[in-house]
Nanobody, 123 residues
Framework: QVQLTESGGRSVQAGGSLQLSCVVS????????VGWYRQAQGKEREFVAS????????KYADSVRGRFTISRDNAANAVILQMDNLKLEDTAVYYC????????????????WGQGTQVTVSA
């Protein structure tokens, strides 16, 4: 069973940067696409970014495109989210997951989640 451990979240001022990390265990990491998701208080979990198993294609939500970058480190079984020019509306709990690239856009695809990491952006 997949296990997901997110880290790196903290409070940051608008315009600042953060790097989130997620370690994936329990599955053959390099066989899966990876993705990041977030859930703001009172809202549904939403897609943020995804990346193929080979790293040859990436997708981003319109709200983060040009500011966030997803990457992966297969040697460390880790997926990274570099977040730049953070905005107040980026405040949320961030989660990662691994799966089939075609389905990464839909959070409801997944039945297992980690504890997430809180990102709070203030003015």
């Amino acid at each position: 069973q997949v296990q997901l451990t997110e880290s790196g979240g903290r409070s940051v001022q608008a315009g600042g940067s953060l790097q989130l990390s997620c370690v994936v265990s329990g599955v053959a990491f390099n066989r899966y696409a990876v993705g990041w998701y977030r859930q703001a208080q009172g809202k549904e979990r939403e897609f943020v970014a995804s990346m193929t198993r080979y790293g040859d294609d990436r997708k981003y939500a319109d709200s983060v495109r040009g500011r966030f970058t997803i990457s992966r480190d297969n040697a460390a079984n880790a997926v990274i989210l570099q977040m730049d020019n953070l905005k107040l509306e980026d405040t949320a709990v961030y989660y990662c997951n691994a799966g089939t690239y075609a389905y990464m856009y839909t959070p409801k695809t997944f039945t297992s989640w980690g504890q997430g990491t809180q990102v709070t952006v203030s003015a």
